[in-house]
């Protein structure tokens, strides 16, 4: 079983700072997909990539594929309070349609 | 389109005893997962049908837990007897042989006392 290791594990940050959250592995995938969760829901897919060294925007979103797609982040402009929840990212292995999901990252934009 | 759809939304049960889950996913979605998720973890599969077979339940705890997808539609987990490490929410998804990504239910919370 593939491990992701997101960091930070937790981040408590002020409305209108910037934030980057890491997803690393040792393996590679196919594709790396992010979601975001709310409390009593379910995640939620923000985005997927699929080819090394993508990058791709949200809005204020940027998220990156490593070269090697063993990593990815994703970078926060301006954290609004919405953008409060907890941070998914998920590797798809070959071919398999199975996703592995990481350890998850925390976020609380507080005013 | 409608969402996944799960049942109950919660459930408090003491330990040894049995319950179960019901999952109704996205129509037209073949693949089917469910994923145990601790507070504040990263969900972890249990166990992944394709229509209505088995791809993949090597992560389930097979001595308790139990899964079945008839007709290749709706899907029941069950767990007998329950421990209290069971208590997390059990979240069912759906997606397409080759989609953009999984839709999620808003999960069942357990808790096992």
């Known amino acids: 079983t593939q491990l992701l290791e997101q960091s930070p594990q937790f981040l408590s940050i002020q409305e209108g700072e910037n934030l980057t959250v890491y997803c690393n592995s040792s393996?590679?995938?196919?594709?790396l997909q992010w979601y975001r969760q709310e409390p009593g829901e379910g995640p939620v897919l923000l985005v997927t990539?699929?080819?090394?060294?993508e990058v791709k925007k949200l809005k204020r979103l940027t998220f990156q594929f490593g070269d090697a797609r063993k990593d990815s982040s994703l970078h926060i402009t301006a954290a609004q309070p919405g953008d409060t929840g907890l941070y998914l990212c998920?590797?798809?292995?070959?071919?398999?349609?199975?996703?592995?999901f990481g350890t998850g990252t925390q976020l609380k934009v507080e005013l | 389109e409608a969402g996944v759809a799960q049942s109950p939304r919660y459930k408090i049960i003491e330990k040894r005893q049995s319950v179960a889950f019901w999952c109704n996913p996205i129509?037209?979605?073949?693949?089917l997962y469910w994923y145990q998720q601790i507070l504040g973890q990263g969900p972890k599969l249990l166990i992944q049908f394709q229509n209505n077979g088995v791809v993949d339940d090597s992560q389930l705890p097979k001595d308790r837990f139990s899964a079945e997808r008839l007709k290749g539609v709706d899907s029941t987990l069950k767990i007998q007897p329950a421990k209290l490490e069971d208590s997390a929410v059990y979240l069912c998804?759906?997606?397409?042989?080759?989609?953009?990504?999984?839709?999620f239910g808003s999960g069942t919370r357990l808790t096992v006392v």
């Open positions: 393996s590679v995938f196919s594709s």
């Open positions: 998920a590797g798809e292995e070959g071919g398999g349609n199975k996703l592995t």
């Open positions: 990539v699929v080819t090394g060294g």
């Open positions: 998804a759906s997606s397409l042989d080759r989609g953009p990504g999984y839709t």
């Open positions: 129509s037209g979605h073949a693949t």
